[in-house]
């Protein structure tokens, strides 16, 4: 017998996939205090903290439907990315807000490679600091030899005993003494984050800064690092990493580290919190590369550099 489908079947099939790829926000639990304390109700693209990984190569073209299943209107802001300016997720700027159940397609070009990351940009306070964001990286076309790499979100997150979210967004300190600053530091929505490595291993690290108001001062143990971008930006030449690193909001710092600490030792990305310095992410050595060290790591191949011409600029005139 010949196989048919009926057509409202098929329909329905292809509207599924059309090749858009969803990024549902959406309230959802999550394990963000230890185990004692309860689940903590974040909002999160597809549920998730941080929101799924967004990974490309450079020149490749993003394209994601933006549903949005919370009570608020939102959008994505695409941070760091050069991008047309329908698609910057601006409310009221560059695009309406998209109305709780509806959903909006964004579609545009990786210009850079680099560490980048997307996020709500409506109530941005209370839409990010409850969750709404992820990384999203732009491969270059020759990376480096590595023998692992680990993106890391830093976070602090403002809970209550009940390790539920603070819901005052508007609170006049916070506004009048630069923001909110959260209690619970965590990363990539873990408080004890720990990635098992061998000695003389090689790491690329992919730091991003999804806090409101924290500066993160952070520094490397057990482990020799080399800062080779900001903000996804490549440096002209590596830089040695010898004193405080800081990590602003929004900021990105992508570095590469080899593992010096020995077997059995562990490793540290440290913060400094006052006059202590704890560990922000560990790195337990559970053995020995097989490699010896490498040599230092060259260059990031430089993004592109887009002319800017000045034949349409309009001269400002003072009165
Ligand atoms: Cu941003």
């Given at each position: 017998a010949a196989l048919s489908l009926p057509a409202v079947g098929l329909r329905a099939a292809m509207a599924q996939d059309d090749g858009m790829a969803e990024l549902r926000a959406v309230k959802a639990?999550?394990?963000?205090?230890?185990?004692?304390?309860?689940?903590?109700e974040i909002w999160g693209y597809d549920g998730a903290a941080p929101g799924p990984e967004i990974r490309l190569g450079q020149g490749e073209r993003l394209r994601r439907r933006l549903v949005n299943a919370l009570d608020q209107p939102s959008t994505i802001h695409w941070h760091g990315i050069r991008i047309d300016n329908a698609m910057d997720g601006v409310p009221e700027l560059t695009q309406e807000a998209v109305a709780p159940g509806d959903s909006f397609d964004y579609d545009f070009v990786l210009p850079d490679a680099g560490t980048y990351w997307y996020h709500a940009h409506n109530q941005s306070p209370e839409q990010?600091?409850?969750?709404?964001?992820?990384?999203l990286i732009v491969e270059e076309s020759a990376a480096p030899e590595l023998d692992a790499e680990h993106v890391l979100i830093l976070d602090d997150w403002r809970l209550d005993d009940q390790a539920q979210i603070d819901p005052d967004f508007a609170s006049g300190h916070d506004l009048s003494h630069g923001?909110?600053?959260?209690?619970?530091?965590?990363?990539?929505?873990?408080f004890d984050l720990a990635l098992?490595?061998?000695?003389?291993?090689?790491?690329?690290?992919?730091?991003?800064?999804a806090a409101n108001a924290r500066i993160f001062p952070?520094?490397?143990?057990?482990?020799?690092?080399?800062i080779m971008a900001y903000d996804?930006?490549?440096?002209?030449?590596?830089?040695?990493?010898?004193?405080?690193?800081?990590?602003?909001?929004?900021?990105?710092?992508?570095?590469i580290v080899d593992v010096t600490a020995a077997e059995g030792d562990e490793a540290y990305l440290v913060r400094f919190?006052?006059?202590a310095a704890v560990?922000?992410?560990?790195?337990?050595?559970?053995?020995?590369?097989?490699?010896?060290?490498?040599?230092?790591?060259?260059?990031?191949?430089?993004n592109p550099v887009t002319a800017l011409s000045t034949d349409d600029t309009i001269p400002v005139v003072l009165p």
């Open positions: 639990l999550h394990q963000l205090a230890p185990a004692e304390y309860p689940a903590t990010v600091g409850r969750g709404l964001y992820g990384p923001g909110r600053m959260g209690n619970f530091i965590a990363t990539n929505a873990q098992p490595v061998q000695q003389n291993q090689r790491l690329r690290l992919r730091l991003i800064n952070l520094g490397l143990k057990g482990l020799e690092g080399w996804g930006m490549p440096l002209p030449a590596p830089v040695p990493v010898t004193s405080e690193m800081m990590l602003a909001p929004a900021q990105r710092i992508d570095l919190d006052r006059d560990a922000q992410v560990s790195f337990p050595v559970t053995g020995r590369g097989a490699l010896g060290r490498r040599p230092a790591p060259g260059a990031l191949p430089p």
